[in-house]
Every structure is written in C-alpha cells, then in structure tokens.
C-alpha cells in the first residue's frame, strides 16, 4: 500500500494485519482519486471507518485542506498516527471513536468530501448518510463516497431514504464497488 500522488507519492504506508480491516486496493484508489482529481485542492475531508488512514492521507498528499480521521479501532488509529508521521502531513485530525459520536463531534463542521468505507456486511454507511444528512455536514457542493461490496443493496436503500442526496455515479471494479452521492 503506497500513497500513489502528491507530496508524498511513493511513500509505502504501514497497515493493519488484522482480518477486520480491509485496505482499499491501490487500484480501485487510483481510480477514485483520478475521478475527483480536480475536486481536491483545499478542502475539508471525513475519513470515516479509516482503517490504516490511506485513503485520507492521500487527501492530504493531494492538497486537501484539513482531513478528519476516525476509527474505533485503537490499533487502526495507531496505525493512522504512525503514517502521518512517515509521509509527514500534518494537516489531520484524528479521532478513536464509534462513528456515530464521531459524527456527533464532528456536527459543526461542514465537509467538502466525505469518504465512508465500512466494514462490508455492516449498513453502517447508509446508517452514517442518515446522519450526515441530518446533521448537515456536507457542503452544499460536496460530494460521499461509498466503497462496498453491496451495491445494489447500498443504492436501493439510499433511493428510498429521505436525504438530500442523489447518487451521480457507480464503478465497479471487480467485488469493490463506488458509489457517488451530492
């Protein structure tokens, strides 16, 4: 796992060696960020269910802003801290929470991106959207993106939930797939 661009393009991260955290391959990564390449610079990220934090931290490489991290994993934030400190980007905040009190500490802030990778049988994604929608943490131009192994399952539930999202696009690549809502 290596940050793929930016300041710190190269820079291999540590991760987890834990069945329950799953890295997001480095190809399905190169394609979300070539997607929203030119919706980067400067802006406010969540990094909910971060894992080893790879995905914020290439955010960050790419000129992000401010990137919030959080995951209930003691381990995986551990592991966070330990690689911004390797690729030293310092622009991160990180929480160990549950992302339900994350989301709650976070309430007051409005996001520009907010990347949601959670465990894959869970529905703690749809469950979050909820929430971000209710709290308003998205900016009125700001994007969620998913990465699951359900799709269909993720896209009917967001179609019949009551939030101020549309989904704008999905690519598959192979088991892994990405939803885009604004």
Do not use: W
Not at 66 to 72: E, S
Not at 133 to 157: A, V
């Amino acid at each position: 796992m290596r940050v793929i661009s930016g300041s710190a393009r190269g820079t291999v991260l540590h991760s987890i060696e834990d069945i329950s955290t799953r890295p997001t391959l480095d190809r399905v990564k190169e394609s979300l960020f070539n997607i929203i390449q030119n919706d980067i610079e400067d802006t406010t990220v969540l990094d909910l269910f971060a894992g080893s934090g790879a995905i914020g931290i290439e955010f960050l490489s790419r000129r992000a802003k401010q990137v919030y991290f959080c995951d209930k994993s003691s381990k995986a934030v551990a592991m966070i801290e330990k690689n911004l400190e390797k690729t030293k980007l310092e622009k991160a905040i990180v929480y160990n929470k549950d992302y339900i009190d994350c989301i709650n500490t976070v309430k007051n802030i409005k996001f520009d991106i907010i990347f949601l990778d959670p465990p894959y049988k869970e529905e703690f994604a749809l469950d979050a959207i909820e929430k971000i929608s209710n709290l308003q943490l998205l900016k009125d131009d700001g994007i969620i993106i998913i990465e699951t192994d359900e799709p269909e399952r993720d896209i009917n539930r967001i179609n019949n939930m009551n939030i101020n999202y549309k989904i704008y696009d999905l690519r598959k690549y192979g088991r892994v797939s990405l939803i885009f809502l604004k």
